[in-house]
């Protein structure tokens, strides 16, 4: 059994890397600015990622995993990164 648990790790790993790089296409496609490629560590402010953006990325994120996503009204987020930690926590599972 426990052989099977590095091969879990690395499915669960695979599945994080992948909803992660969603969240960021989801995004890419609701910023202002579509020259701009999105990065982990880019500022929020540096890409104009608005509320409005945030709102339809959840949607999408709900509707494609079938996942309910309650950020607060009072979330912020300095850069990509932590916006995409945030929405990928609703949807990939310890």
């Known amino acids: 059994m426990s052989a099977d648990r590095p091969e879990n790790a690395a499915t669960d790993e695979a599945r ?3 909803v992660e790089a969603r969240i960021i296409e989801l995004l890419q ?3 202002q600015d ?3 490629v999105l990065d982990r560590s880019m500022r929020r402010d540096e890409v104009a990622i608005d509320s409005i953006d945030i709102v339809n990325v959840i949607f999408a994120l709900e509707e494609e995993f079938k996942v ?3 950020l607060k009204p009072d ?3 300095e850069t990509v990164g932590d916006l995409v930690d945030v929405l990928k ?5 310890p």
């Open 16 to 18: 994080s890397a992948a």
């Open 29 to 31: 496609k609701e910023i």
């Open 34 to 36: 579509r020259a701009a």
């Open 68 to 70: 309910s996503v309650d």
């Open 75 to 77: 979330a912020t987020f």
């Open 89 to 93: 926590s609703y949807v990939v599972r």
